[in-house]
């Protein structure tokens, strides 16, 4: 059970941070940060490892940081300098391993929406 919060509106060049708080999932696994925007794919935005190896969409690198916490078993997503194509639904995805292959969990989603 995934469960992603801090959603909100905000300005460009404004910041965000997302959490995911997991119950019943360990986030020792490989956890990542997905978003949807209508009419688009879902695409995965970042993701760390059970290793703490970690990925970067080209488009949020140097913005976004991943980071998460195993012994409250949470992921947070603190996002900087935020555009206006990073509006879209996020949600937090949690792998079956230690290795980001297959994301077999899935939050709800919080919106994020950055008007310019």
């Known amino acids: 059970h995934l469960v992603e919060s801090g959603g909100d509106s905000v300005q460009a060049g404004g910041s965000l941070k997302l959490t995911c708080a997991a119950s019943?999932?360990?986030?020792?696994?490989?956890v990542g940060w997905f978003r949807q925007a209508p009419g688009k794919e879902r695409e995965k935005v970042a993701s760390?490892?059970?290793?703490?190896?970690?990925y970067y969409a080209d488009s949020v690198k140097g913005r976004f940081t991943i980071s998460k916490d195993n012994a409250k078993n949470t992921l947070y997503l603190q996002m900087n300098s935020l555009k206006p194509e990073d509006t879209a639904m996020y949600y937090c995805?949690?792998?079956?391993?230690?290795?980001?292959?297959?994301?077999?969990?899935w939050g709800q989603g919080t919106q994020v929406t950055v008007s310019s």
């Open positions: 995805g949690g792998a079956d391993s230690w290795a980001c292959d297959n994301f077999d969990y």
């Open positions: 760390v490892g059970g290793y703490g190896d970690t």
């Open positions: 019943g999932y360990s986030t020792q696994n490989c």
